[in-house]
């Protein structure tokens, strides 16, 4: 079964350093990997996801997010956090079905970004 | 562009009780989605569709909950009773086709069942 991994519930950081929100994922096949950000009271926007092509994915707001194969991994980074950044984050693979993807996310627990001025 | 709209925004009903959410896609997209976030957990997905059609529900309780999308635009999510333990937010996603495309969420009905 396809399942993502958040190993770390809280990630603190200070302002203007980089940051890092770790994602494993266990998929059989070449997986289709979600970043979201959910704030206070809002549902989840999308930040970014890899689907085919170049390693190293873009996002909003400066965000990135590196996949690797090897690792089974899909790390969320920026390279200076802002305040503004603190969040909860969620990593996210599409399912696959017996005949291939169906639609459906499955979510990780979450990760919560602490960024304190 | 209109993101997806979902209504009410906070429901507080006493367990036994029924509830209804809506929810209405952004426009053009022919796949809706329904997921359920209890406190302190990722989404979990509820019911598919695509246009009028259920694609998975195989996650959907469905001696308490239904969903319809009857002309393949909003939806609706009952709960007939609800328990405790329904008490979680309701969000809604849609997209314009359910296979590499991105899902947009909805703002979310939080629910506190009583």
């Known amino acids: 079964a396809q399942s993502v991994a958040q190993p770390e519930d809280q990630v603190n950081v200070a302002e203007g350093n980089p940051l890092t929100v770790k994602c494993t994922y266990s998929?059989?096949?070449?997986?289709?990997l979600f970043w979201y950000v959910q704030y206070p009271n809002r549902g989840l926007q999308f930040l970014l996801k890899?689907?085919?092509?170049?390693?190293l994915v873009k996002g909003s707001y400066g965000f990135e997010a590196e996949f690797n194969k090897s690792q089974t991994s899909f790390h969320l980074k920026k390279p200076s956090a802002l305040v503004s950044d603190s969040a909860l984050y969620f990593c996210?693979?599409?399912?696959?079905?017996?005949?291939?993807?169906?639609?459906?996310?499955?979510f990780g627990q979450g990760t919560t970004l602490q960024v304190k001025p | 562009e209109a993101g997806v709209a979902q209504s009410p925004r906070y429901k507080i009903i006493e367990k036994r009780q029924s509830v209804a959410f809506w929810c209405n896609p952004i426009?053009?997209?022919?796949?809706l989605y329904w997921y359920q976030q209890i406190l302190g957990q990722g989404p979990k997905l509820l019911i598919q569709?695509?246009?009028?059609?259920?694609?998975?529900d195989s996650q959907l309780p469905k001696d308490r909950f239904s969903a319809e999308r009857l002309k393949g635009v909003d939806s609706t999510l009952k709960i007939q009773p609800a328990k405790l333990e329904d008490s979680a937010v309701y969000l809604c996603a849609s997209s314009s086709d359910w296979s590499t495309d991105t899902q947009y969420f909805g703002p979310g009905t939080r629910l506190t069942v009583l």
């Open positions: 996210a693979v599409r399912d696959k079905g017996r005949s291939g993807n169906t639609g459906k996310l499955i």
């Open positions: 998929v059989s096949g070449n997986p289709y």
């Open positions: 426009s053009g997209h022919a796949t």
């Open positions: 569709f695509q246009n009028n059609g259920v694609v998975d």
């Open positions: 890899y689907i085919t092509g170049d390693n």
